[in-house]
C-alpha cells in the first residue's frame, strides 16, 4: 500500500504549519502549498520531518487557475494516490464595504473560493477512481454569522461553506467526503492587530484558540474515523455561536 498523500494549501505557517504536522504524524505524505514566502514552507517541511513525517514544499498561487493546475498536474502524476485535500489558503484585506476596493474584494474572494475550484476539481478527477478521499477546507466563524469590516473575507468563507455542502452531496456515493471546519480566533499572524483582549470577552471560553485545536479536527476528519461524516461544518471556536 502506497503512503497516502495530503496537499495542503496554505500550508507555511499558522492553521496550515499545524495542520501539515498533524497529518505527517498520522502517516501522511504532505505537500505544503506556498504562495510567495518559501522559507515558512521550508520550515513546515523541516518541523514535520524532525516528527518523524516527510513531504514537500511547492510554490504556487491556488487563485491563478493556471498555476494551481499545472503544478496539481505534476503533483498528481508521481503520487500514486490522493487522499487528502486541505484547502486552507485565505487572505484578509479588512475595510467597511462601502469604502472597499474592487481589487481587496476581489483577492479575498479568489483566494478561498476560486482557490476551493482550482483545486478540488482536479484533486476529485483523481480521488474518484479511487473511490475514497477526504476534503477540508477552513472557513471561519465569519463565514457563519458575518463580521464587521469583513464583508469580503466573510463572502469567501460563506461562499465556501455552500460550495462545500453541494459537492459532498455530488461525491457522497462516491466515496469521496468533503466537510468544513471553521475556527473562531486562533493564534496566528492574522490577528496580529486585533483588540485580542476585548475579543475574549465574547467566547464563552474566554481565550483565543491554538492551531493545533482546529489540525486536530481536521486530522479527524480525515481519516477513517470520521467515514460517515460529510456536507458538515464543524466550528471550532470556544462556544461562540
Not at 513546515?44 to 520531518?49: F, M, P, R
Not at 477540508?136 to 466563524?141: G, N, P, T
Amino acid at each position: 500500500m502506497p503512503q497516502p498523500t495530503a496537499i495542503v494549501t496554505g500550508g507555511g505557517r499558522g492553521i496550515g504549519r499545524a495542520v501539515s504536522v498533524e497529518l505527517a504524524g498520522a502517516g501522511y505524505y504532505v505537500v505544503v502549498n506556498y504562495k510567495s514566502n518559501a522559507s515558512s514552507a521550508e520550515e513546515t517541511v523541516e518541523l514535520l520531518k524532525a516528527n518523524g513525517g516527510d513531504g514537500e514544499c511547492v510554490g504556487f498561487d491556488v487563485s491563478n487557475s493556471d498555476e494551481s493546475g499545472k503544478a496539481l498536474e505534476e503533483i498528481l502524476s508521481r503520487r500514486k494516490t490522493v487522499d487528502v485535500l486541505v484547502n486552507n489558503a485565505g487572505i484578509t484585506a479588512d475595510g467597511l464595504f462601502v469604502m472597499m476596493s474592487e481589487n481587496d474584494w476581489d483577492t479575498v474572494v479568489n483566494t478561498s473560493l476560486k482557490g476551493f475550484y482550482n483545486m478540488t476539481k482536479p484533486v476529485l478527477k483523481k480521488m474518484i477512481p479511487q473511490k475514497r478521499g477526504s476534503v477540508v477546507s477552513i472557513a471561519s466563524v465569519a463565514g457563519l454569522t458575518g463580521n464587521r469590516g469583513q464583508a469580503n473575507y466573510a463572502a469567501a468563507k460563506a461562499g465556501l461553506i455552500g460550495a462545500s455542502r453541494s459537492v459532498a452531496s455530488e461525491t457522497a456515493r462516491l466515496g469521496v467526503r468533503v466537510n468544513v471546519v471553521a475556527p473562531g480566533l486562533i493564534e496566528t499572524d492574522m490577528i496580529r492587530n486585533a483588540p485580542v483582549e476585548n475579543i475574549k470577552s465574547l467566547i464563552p471560553m474566554a481565550r483565543i484558540g491554538k492551531p493545533a485545536e482546529v489540525a486536530r479536527v481536521v486530522r479527524f476528519l480525515c481519516s477513517e474515523d470520521a467515514s460517515y461524516i460529510t456536507g458538515q461544518v464543524i466550528s471550532v471556536n470556544g462556544g461562540m455561536f
